[in-house]
């Protein structure tokens, strides 16, 4: 159980384009999703907390014009990269928070490795 | 603000040795995960901690939390190949919506 998918696994795409990454929880429900972003050799950083029904948190200095989070039902959020440029470069795992019954754990998905040309 | 400290960041040991990589955090936490990542995959999952003198172990591997210290450690005992990886502990934070910090990761090589 506590089982979380993320699609694409990877992604090219040309600069000045826009990109969008789904995060699925495939058996529970998760009010809470959080996307992350790692650098090569690097640790991970909180982007942006999902909260089901509202506006996306995100983390100082993380565009939220350029990363756009929604996260419309409780199994479902969507971060999209837009106007994409090189630098956006990078491994960008989510996970999902469980509830009462899933000890309110983070549940992380495989990532997605998105290159930027 | 929160900083996790990781030692040391690269750590490389032979077979069948012993080594502890060390999780420092700044301020009060109710729970400590740690995490494995192979290259190009994400996390699993490891250990949770949840309380003051919390000891866990599986296979080679224990982990241990000392809150008023703040302070967790991973022990590996005889170290063996299929064990290199990057070892990350990761700070709940309390009170919050359970956003984890990271620390900045341990990258560790058995050599045969």
């Known amino acids: 159980g506590a089982v979380v998918s993320q699609h694409p696994s990877w992604v090219i795409c040309k600069s000045g384009t826009s990109v969008k990454i789904e995060c699925r929880s495939l058996d529970f429900q998760a009010t809470t999703m959080f996307w992350y972003r790692q650098f090569p050799k690097q640790s991970l950083m909180l982007m942006a907390t999902s909260n089901e029904g509202s506006k996306a948190t995100y983390e100082q200095g993380v565009e939220k014009d350029k990363f756009l989070i929604n996260h419309a039902s409780l199994t479902l959020s969507t971060l999209t990269v837009t106007s994409a440029h090189p630098e956006d470069s990078s491994f960008y795992i989510c996970?999902?928070?469980?509830?009462?019954?899933?000890?309110?754990?983070?549940?992380f998905g495989p990532g997605t490795r998105l290159t930027v040309t | 603000e929160l900083k996790v400290e990781q030692n040391p960041l690269f750590l490389s040991m032979q077979e069948g040795k012993n080594y502890t990589i060390y999780c420092n955090y700044s301020t009060t936490s109710d729970r400590l995960y740690w995490y494995r990542q192979d290259p190009g995959k994400s996390l699993e999952s490891l250990f949770v901690?949840?309380?003051?003198?919390a000891v866990k172990q599986e296979g080679r591997l224990m982990a241990s939390l000392d809150t008023k210290a703040r302070l967790s450690t991973l022990h590996i005992t005889a170290a063996v190949h299929d064990l290199s990886a990057t070892y990350f502990c990761?700070?709940?934070?309390?009170?919050?919506?359970?956003?984890?910090?990271f620390g900045s990761g341990t990258q560790l090589t058995v050599l045969p």
């Open positions: 996970s999902a928070r469980g509830d009462v019954g899933q000890g309110y754990e983070q549940y």
């Open positions: 990761a700070v709940d934070i309390s009170g919050s919506a359970r956003q984890l910090t």
């Open positions: 901690l949840l309380s003051n003198g």
